[in-house]
């Protein structure tokens, strides 16, 4: 026998399965807001080249590694190229007994574009001093004397849990070669 609840109640059944598809699409793409708002800020320095901050008067960050605290003259100048999380040091020094006019170039690897073309002459035991706060960049050094370049990657591996402080020294003689200082730390 027919009874009007039963109509009642299929077509309410039928209205919740229609609803269902519905309702999970709502759901996938509030989750896909959520997740973009928090994930996509994380990496959008990864997209394309950082800014650059060059500073005239540097102040020197005092956890420079022990080898090399007063050892060398403080940098003339210091050039930070912004990005998340901490930063890899890297000093050029003049090591030789005269004025030293050195050029450098940092280039991004993701869009191989050029960020930063600086020209320095540095004295007897000058330094001069670039911060990465990420990594993905070559940085060559050319002595303008020699023509002598050098390059130093800076490379993912080197924003792991480790301290980390580079140098790049050009010689007496011109020629340029690069030394990394690590030290082992856990996470």
Not at 13 to 22: A, E, F, Q
Not at 71 to 98: F, L, Y
Not at 125 to 152: A, C, I, K, M
Request: proline share 8%.
């Amino acid at each position: 026998m027919y009874q009007p609840e039963d109509r009642y109640t299929q077509a309410n059944i039928s209205r919740s399965v229609n609803i269902r598809p519905l309702l999970a699409v709502v759901l996938i793409v509030i989750a896909g807001v959520v997740a973009s708002v928090f994930l996509f800020p994380t990496l959008s320095y990864l997209g394309g080249p950082p800014d650059v901050t060059t500073a005239d008067t540097p102040t020197i960050d005092p956890s420079v590694p022990a080898p090399y605290q007063g050892t060398k003259a403080e940098p003339t100048t210091v050039i930070q190229i912004d990005g998340a999380g901490e930063g890899v040091p890297v000093q050029i020094w003049n090591d030789s007994p005269t004025n030293r006019t050195v050029t450098l170039e940092v280039m991004h690897n993701g869009s191989r574009s050029s960020l930063v073309t600086h020209t320095e002459t540095l004295p007897p035991n000058g330094t001069l001093r670039l911060e990465f706060r990420s990594p993905g960049f070559l940085l060559e050094v050319t002595d303008e004397s020699t023509q002598t370049t050098g390059t130093y990657a800076v490379t993912a591996d080197q924003f792991d849990c480790n301290s980390r402080f580079a140098e790049i020294r050009i010689g007496g003689d011109g020629n340029i070669d690069s030394q990394t200082v690590a030290t082992s730390m856990g996470c």
